[in-house]
């Protein structure tokens, strides 16, 4: 794994941008998880958000970023933030892959395209041997997504949902080696 601290910095993909999040991106952030069909698919998040605690999330970023804990990208569609692609839980050479977007932007492959760029990094710029990911049972659109960033199906576990107050089934998935140029 790379050492040295990682410069913040922009990913440029055919239809997006990405950045690293930060304080000003809170709101947008509140805005998107207000709608219950994004924030459902979402293990951590509460429902309804709460602005404060998005507030305090997206001020500790930058700190993440620079202690090598989190990479957490805001994805802009022309200078629109529909959404969020990140790298956390990191231990050792591995890590999670994450990612939610507004509800307008599903089905259009902003998340594919988003997580590609995400995926390089974390295995280019980061260093990481291994990527994990899930998504809710009754997120296959989320597992498609996995699937065609050449994720392997790991197995399933029941998980504690926040937003839904109650305990789902979440398939895993585990990357080793980049699929994707």
């Not at 993909?13 to 991106?25: H, I």
């Not at 293990?43 to 970023?65: G, L, N």
């Not at 998504?135 to 994720?151: E, I, P, R, Y």
């Amino acid at each position: 794994m790379n050492s040295a601290p990682i410069p913040p910095c922009r990913i440029v993909t055919e239809r997006l941008v990405l950045r690293p999040t930060g304080a000003a991106d809170a709101e947008r952030a509140f805005e998107i998880q207000s709608d219950w069909e994004v924030t459902r698919m979402l293990r951590m998040a509460s429902f309804p958000p709460d602005r404060e605690e998005i507030r305090r999330w997206f001020a500790d970023h930058e700190r993440e970023w620079a202690g090598g804990e989190a990479y957490r990208f805001a994805v802009e569609l022309r200078g629109r933030l529909i959404g969020v692609a990140d790298i956390d839980e990191i231990s050792g050479r591995e890590a999670e892959l994450g990612y939610w977007f507004e509800r307008v932007s599903c089905g259009r492959g902003y998340a594919l395209e988003a997580a590609q760029a995400v995926v390089r990094f974390a295995f280019g710029a980061i260093g990481l041997s291994k990527l994990r990911s899930g998504h809710a049972a009754d997120n296959q659109a989320s597992g498609n997504v996995l699937l065609k960033l050449g994720f392997q199906p790991l197995d399933t576990a029941r998980v504690v949902s926040r937003p839904r107050g109650q305990e789902i089934t979440q398939r895993r998935y585990v990357l080793s080696t980049p699929a994707i140029s």
